[in-house]
């Protein structure tokens, strides 16, 4: 286990008041991994390849997992959501497109606040799933270490799935016939997709065979998993040592979120310490002078593959911080990979107190970074997104248009709103138009 984190300042951490967490990460530590060391050690090769332009990374997933929405069709259709954004970008572009989900061990959410007020109540703030309950109840929001051991079995079910669908070729494009929408969905985007399935299914049966240049890597099948490395004595519970290296095997890949990723953090000193690939968000309240500081603490040997900046700057200040951010990295030859997490920094919440995103504000930051890095001549290697494979009201606009008064319909997340299934695919096609439009103007 790594100790040195222990020394830090640590933030959004659980106050568990039970004598119950030693023995609970005890049991942790003892149950099997949820991630294996070479898999780690494979993803960390593809975003390197990703970061100098062979690649292009789809990352995405709910905003929490939670408890009571698990079961095997809602964990297929989030892996289906992925998989169709995937099978759109890399037809239209031949691009190899990695796949990672949020997913099996995102249950714990940093908040603002450590309280919420309701009709003169006051309680602790919902924390995520791992920590304590959504129900707004003394007993639900109490921080109960028992909750890490059904994150770690609810995360190990799901990865026992992904696995099942993988083995048995539900995750490959041969089988992409089984990824299609219902003819009765009559969207534009449903269309443009099944019109494209079809079309991808229709080479592979006439060149009998995944070999085809016109969709590189078709074999690799594999979707990778991620959560933001929170609650650091849960992730301490994972390390495996390997050659004098360590491991977390909680997930291929760890981020560090906004609020904790300070110079002095515990959080950044955890993560300096593993070998997992490791996403670095940045918001709006970046100090500009901590990312060499940064790159140098968690990636001293600047490898490829090791450090992702997830830019989450909103479109009113992206145009301002990215390209700052872009020259000190070319200035100091850091080796990083540029993501753009398009949701968080457009968060905005209606007259009704309802939390929601703009899709046409999602499209823009996604424009912007794309615009800002092809400026700089630097790789946008991919989007992070917070999505389902439902049918939700959670952002406005998109193709069929929601708006305020429609949110209520069938707004589902336990924190933050996502996109659609169908918004999603929007995403995907507007992807792959930014994508190939980059590769023209360098041709």
């Given at each position: 286990?790594?100790?040195?984190?222990?020394?830090?300042?640590?933030?959004?951490?659980?106050n568990?008041?039970?004598?119950?967490?030693?023995?609970?990460?005890?049991?942790?530590?003892?149950?099997?991994n949820?991630?294996s060391i070479?898999e780690?050690?494979?993803l960390?090769?593809?975003?390197?390849?990703?970061?100098?332009?062979?690649?292009?990374?789809?990352?995405?997933?709910?905003?929490?997992?939670?408890?009571?929405?698990?079961?095997?069709?809602?964990?297929?259709?989030?892996?289906?959501?992925?998989l169709?954004?995937?099978?759109?970008?890399?037809?239209?572009?031949?691009?190899?497109?990695?796949?990672?989900?949020?997913?099996?061990?995102?249950?714990?959410?940093?908040?603002?606040?450590?309280?919420?007020?309701?009709?003169?109540?006051?309680?602790?703030?919902?924390?995520?799933?791992?920590?304590?309950?959504?129900?707004?109840s003394?007993?639900?929001?109490?921080?109960n270490?028992?909750?890490?051991?059904?994150?770690?079995?609810?995360?190990?079910?799901?990865?026992?799935?992904?696995?099942?669908?993988?083995?048995?070729?539900?995750?490959?494009?041969?089988?992409?016939?089984?990824?299609?929408?219902s003819?009765?969905?009559?969207?534009?985007?449903?269309?443009?997709?099944?019109?494209?399935?079809?079309?991808?299914?229709?080479?592979l049966?006439?060149?009998?065979?995944?070999n085809?240049?016109?969709?590189?890597?078709?074999?690799?099948?594999?979707?990778?998993?991620?959560?933001?490395a929170?609650?650091?004595?849960?992730?301490?519970?994972?390390?495996?040592?390997?050659?004098?290296?360590?491991?977390?095997?909680s997930?291929?890949?760890?981020?560090?979120?906004?609020?904790?990723?300070?110079?002095?953090?515990?959080?950044?000193?955890?993560?300096?310490?593993?070998?997992?690939?490791?996403?670095?968000?940045?918001?709006?309240?970046?100090?500009?002078?901590?990312?060499?500081?940064?790159?140098?603490?968690?990636?001293?040997?600047?490898?490829?593959?090791?450090?992702?900046?997830?830019?989450?700057?909103?479109?009113?200040?992206?145009?301002?911080?990215?390209?700052?951010l872009?020259?000190?990295?070319?200035k100091?030859?850091?080796?990083?990979?540029?993501?753009?997490d398009?949701?968080?920094?457009?968060?905005?919440?209606?007259?009704?107190?309802?939390?929601?995103r703009?899709?046409?504000?999602?499209?823009?930051?996604?424009e912007?970074?794309?615009?800002?890095?092809?400026?700089?001549?630097?790789?946008?290697?991919?989007?992070?997104?917070?999505l389902?494979?439902?049918?939700v009201?959670?952002?406005?606009?998109?193709?069929?248009?929601?708006?305020?008064?429609?949110?209520?319909?069938?707004?589902?997340?336990?924190?933050?709103?996502?996109?659609?299934?169908?918004?999603s695919?929007?995403?995907?096609?507007?992807?792959?138009?930014?994508?190939?439009?980059?590769?023209?103007?360098?041709?």
């Amino acid at each position: 286990m790594i100790q040195e984190w222990k020394n830090k300042k640590i933030l959004q951490q659980p106050n568990w008041k039970s004598q119950e967490i030693s023995l609970v990460l005890r049991q942790i530590k003892d149950y099997p991994n949820l991630v294996s060391i070479e898999e780690i050690k494979i993803l960390k090769q593809h975003l390197s390849n990703a970061a100098q332009g062979n690649g292009f990374i789809i990352q995405g997933g709910d905003c929490a997992e939670t408890f009571i929405d698990f079961n095997a069709d809602m964990i297929e259709n989030k892996l289906k959501t992925l998989l169709q954004m995937s099978a759109i970008i890399q037809y239209i572009t031949k691009t190899n497109i990695i796949r990672i989900g949020r997913i099996a061990g995102q249950f714990f959410k940093p908040r603002t606040s450590e309280f919420e007020i309701r009709n003169n109540t006051k309680l602790p703030a919902y924390r995520g799933d791992g920590i304590n309950s959504i129900e707004f109840s003394k007993h639900g929001r109490q921080h109960n270490p028992k909750r890490l051991l059904q994150a770690y079995h609810q995360s190990a079910a799901t990865m026992n799935l992904i696995r099942n669908l993988t083995m048995t070729g539900y995750t490959s494009i041969n089988n992409i016939k089984s990824w299609n929408f219902s003819p009765l969905e009559k969207s534009e985007y449903v269309k443009k997709y099944n019109m494209i399935a079809n079309q991808i299914q229709d080479i592979l049966t006439f060149t009998h065979n995944g070999n085809n240049s016109l969709f590189p890597n078709l074999s690799y099948n594999t979707v990778f998993t991620s959560h933001e490395a929170l609650v650091l004595d849960y992730e301490n519970a994972f390390i495996n040592p390997y050659q004098e290296k360590y491991y977390n095997c909680s997930a291929h890949m760890l981020w560090v979120g906004d609020r904790t990723r300070f110079i002095n953090s515990a959080h950044i000193e955890f993560v300096a310490h593993i070998e997992n690939p490791v996403g670095i968000k940045i918001g709006p309240t970046i100090n500009i002078d901590d990312i060499l500081v940064l790159c140098k603490k968690i990636n001293p040997d600047n490898q490829y593959g090791k450090i992702s900046f997830i830019t989450r700057l909103g479109i009113n200040y992206i145009e301002d911080i990215l390209p700052k951010l872009i020259e000190l990295v070319q200035k100091n030859n850091l080796n990083i990979l540029w993501l753009c997490d398009p949701m968080h920094g457009n968060t905005i919440t209606t007259d009704k107190g309802i939390k929601t995103r703009n899709f046409d504000t999602i499209k823009k930051e996604i424009e912007m970074f794309f615009t800002i890095h092809n400026k700089y001549n630097t790789i946008p290697g991919g989007l992070h997104f917070e999505l389902t494979g439902d049918s939700v009201t959670e952002c406005i606009g998109g193709i069929k248009n929601i708006k305020d008064d429609d949110l209520e319909e069938y707004y589902q997340t336990a924190c933050d709103p996502r996109l659609n299934n169908e918004q999603s695919l929007e995403m995907a096609f507007l992807t792959a138009e930014l994508l190939q439009k980059r590769r023209n103007n360098s041709e």
